[in-house]
């Protein structure tokens, strides 16, 4: 199970000094988060000022603003007011720049090359009663709340030991649940895919692989 931890990951300055960025993966993984070196990428940043968005030829974006009220984006001419945890998607290669008419915000960047890859993001409340999968090609973070997460069970692996208990063995004990600070993030699998509970919400964040037929 992978966990991916806010706290450790180093923050990257805009070049136009109007905030940061934290990357919370990318494939391929690159020496340097630099422009168009991956394929897709997740990141959050924190923005403190009006601008220019960077540009990403080939590239579709899709923005949440996790933190903060609102922002204004503007995207080819036309003004899109953004709710906090409302995902847009748009094209990186369009002219697009933000205003901050309520402060400052922070927001969860997914950007895909279009030829290749698709990202979505969906806002999920999470609840202590039903435990949250995240599978393979997914990527979970905590936006707010308290949360922790766990192993999933291996189906294949709970026949085994059902079938080969007389009773007299105990039963082998899940894992102990992980605790998760704010926008750590959850690396999805589909071997014991990891589960979290708890109260609050989640950014589920899927990067699907795209068939060069249907581009």
């Keep these: 199970m992978e966990i991916i931890r806010f706290a450790d990951i180093h923050p990257e300055p805009w070049r136009n000094g109007g905030g940061v960025t934290r990357e919370l993966a990318s494939h391929p993984k690159v020496a340097s988060a630099q422009d168009g070196a991956w394929d897709w990428r997740v990141s959050i940043a924190d923005v403190s000022k009006a601008g220019d968005f960077s540009n990403f030829p080939g590239m579709e974006r899709v923005i949440t603003i996790i933190d903060g009220e609102l922002l204004l984006l503007t995207v080819d001419g036309e003004e899109h007011p953004l709710e906090k945890y409302r995902p847009f998607r748009f094209s990186g290669e369009a002219a697009s720049s933000a205003t901050l008419p309520t402060g400052d915000i922070r927001d969860l960047n997914v950007i895909a090359r279009a030829s290749a890859f698709k990202g979505y993001t969906s806002i999920v409340e999470i609840s202590k009663k039903r435990a949250h999968p995240v599978f393979e090609g997914q990527l979970a973070v905590l936006l707010e709340g308290k949360a922790t997460v766990a192993p999933g069970t291996d189906p294949?692996?709970?026949?085994?030991?059902?079938?080969?208990?007389?009773?007299?063995?105990?039963?082998t004990s899940a894992a102990e649940p992980v605790e998760l600070n704010r926008y750590d993030a959850v690396v999805g699998s589909d071997t014991?895919?990891?589960?979290?509970?708890?109260?609050?919400?989640?950014a589920v964040i899927s990067i699907d692989k795209v068939d060069p037929a249907n581009v």
């Excluded at 014991?192 to 989640?202: A, H, L, Q, T």
């Design 192 to 202: 014991r895919s990891p589960e979290i509970s708890g109260r609050g919400f989640v």
């Design 156 to 171: 294949e692996e709970g026949a085994s030991v059902e079938d080969e208990s007389d009773g007299a063995s105990p039963a």
